[in-house]
């Protein structure tokens, strides 16, 4: 695992800065910004990010987050910003001195900011995104050209303003950052997590107020995220530039909708960086940073370099932790992924072919475990989106499935992947169900992803064989001749997380899963053959 390494300098010379600045929306209300400049003469494009943690927090502060983080297990690697960046925000130390004005934005009713503060991504924050997006555009030392940047909040909130489409914003690097609230984070297929939402709405929307039972009722009531969404933009409204970073290592949190964005926003120019590693380090790292600068400088300053011909997908694939690949392709999903089945057997094991005997596989729903192995013959890659069908049965009316994917070498260890926040004990994929939330959303579900209605339960009779489908959200792994790809299946967290966790679950008994024929119960893998040359 990486060593924890977070070093602050001061703020170069030949930079102005501005600080608390009002930004008047539509409705009156004003949002505090700071504003870093080229102390020379001239118009720049512009750099926005809009942050919930505070403009103006102490560097100091943020380093010390990092380091709770890798006190608990897990790592943020090496990183090394100016002493005025805010949490998860681009570095004016590193912006400035290329020829673009950043501003630092407080959302409303945070910080120095004015107005409510109002539910996270609200229309009324993604208005008054909008309307300092606008302003940025107009003043007299900007271009008219906006980009935005930043780090999962400051991600997220992207999105939501592009799918708004201000005239004067031009470019979105969104790097990892959810889309859907309820599919992508709070509700993984029906489930409630429940220890990283508190952190979340501790430190936003109930930052100094009583997080209680009564506000977290509301926060997990399907119709009320429901509302909230469909009272935003769809991400099918963005058709500008993006630069968008996802991360297998993210899962439970970003990783979800990173992807999903790519594949689903209308953009014509848009390019996926995908890594496999740690959040903040890889944003601020060397190639980070080159691909952004190159990205805004295209589009944002009309400098003519090489990013039309980039090609559209970085692709890391990953070996152990700390070793892996990279290639370039132009599409994700891959167009040339093989999807294979790997069927359930009874005896623990999977393997192409189906079996011709009926049998089950039945384990404690609270604390019991299913596994099942598949060794591989040859070296193999599986990137891409995996599915698991099951057919199932409970000793009562619901129950919850937690799916999890391990990597084990030729010499019978398990290998460890980053998980979110740098936590260097996690497995190659997830998945999540709640059985009584599998009904499919017909029209968005795909053969190799299942997509939810999450329209109401959908109880079973105790001892009915019923049959499911658990989405597994996107990774990269290379599996060499004699590594084992195991499927874990229990009805509780399963890789012991500090920061996301499952405790309103609904397992009561036992609970089977069935193969053989009539139930084809299987895994279906995304395997990639060699690039043509």
């Not at 690097?173 to 599919?183: A, K, L, N, Q, V």
């Not at 093989?338 to 359930?344: A, E, K, S």
Request: glycine share 8%.
């Amino acid at each position: 695992m990486r060593n924890f390494l977070f070093e602050v300098f001061p703020l170069p010379e030949g930079i102005v800065v501005e600080k608390d600045v009002l930004l008047e929306g539509r409705d009156g209300n004003k949002l505090a910004a700071n504003v870093y400049r080229p102390d020379t003469a001239g118009r720049f494009p512009v750099i926005m990010a809009l942050t919930p943690y505070g403009k103006d927090q102490k560097t100091e502060t943020y380093g010390l987050i990092m380091r709770s983080i890798y006190e608990h297990a897990a790592s943020v690697g090496r990183i090394k910003v100016s002493e005025n960046t805010p949490f998860e925000a681009p570095d004016p130390a590193f912006w400035v001195p290329l020829g673009y004005v950043l501003i630092h934005v407080d959302v409303r009713g945070y910080g120095k900011s004015g107005g409510e503060r109002v539910c996270p991504f609200s229309k009324a924050e993604v208005e008054g995104y909008f309307d300092a997006i606008e302003w940025a555009g107009r003043q007299e030392w900007s271009n008219g050209n906006v980009g935005l940047n930043g780090v999962s909040y400051l991600a997220i909130s992207q999105y939501h303003a592009a799918a708004a489409q201000p005239p004067h914003l031009k470019a979105i690097s969104p790097w990892e950052g959810w889309f859907d609230t309820y599919r992508d984070t709070r509700f993984p297929g029906g489930i409630p997590e429940t220890n990283f939402q508190r952190i979340f709405l501790s430190r936003t929307i109930y930052a100094g107020k009583r997080l209680d039972e009564a506000a977290l009722a509301e926060i997990f009531d399907p119709v009320a995220n429901q509302r909230i969404i469909n009272d935003l933009p769809p991400f099918e409204n963005i058709t500008l530039p993006a630069l968008i970073c996802g991360a297998w290592s993210d899962q439970g949190l970003h990783s979800r909708g990173c992807f999903e964005t790519y594949r689903r926003i209308a953009s014509k120019d848009k390019w996926l960086y995908t890594h496999g590693r740690l959040k903040w380090e890889e944003y601020y790292s060397e190639e980070g940073l080159q691909i952004q600068k190159k990205f805004f400088d295209y589009f944002l300053k009309g400098v003519e370099n090489d990013m039309m011909s980039t090609p559209k997908v970085r692709i890391e694939v990953r070996k152990t932790m700390d070793r892996f690949s990279v290639r370039y392709e132009n599409e994700w999903p891959l167009s040339r992924t093989d999807y294979r089945p790997l069927y359930l057997h009874a005896d623990g094991t999977m393997s192409p072919r189906k079996s011709n005997r009926a049998g089950k596989v039945t384990y404690q729903s609270v604390f019991g475990t299913a596994l099942f192995d598949f060794t591989f013959g040859e070296e193999t890659e599986l990137t891409g989106h995996m599915k698991l069908k099951l057919w199932v049965s409970t000793e009562h009316e619901d129950m919850d499935l937690i799916v999890g994917l391990v990597k084990i070498n030729a010499q019978g260890e398990e290998v460890c992947f980053y998980g979110m926040d740098g936590f260097a004990r996690d497995m190659v994929a997830r998945g999540w169900l709640r059985l009584s939330q599998r009904e499919l959303d017909e029209e968005k579900s795909l053969p190799w992803q299942p997509v939810l209605k999450h329209c109401g339960e959908k109880k079973v009779k105790p001892g009915e064989i019923t049959a499911c489908e658990i989405e597994i959200l996107p990774s990269s792994t290379l599996f060499g001749k004699g590594d084992t790809l195991r499927l874990v299946i229990m009805g509780r967290d399963m890789i012991g997380h500090p920061r996301i966790g499952y405790t309103r679950l609904v397992n009561k008994g036992l609970l089977s899963i069935y193969s053989g024929p009539g139930h084809d119960s299987h895994l279906l893998i995304p395997l990639i053959p060699p690039k043509p040359q």
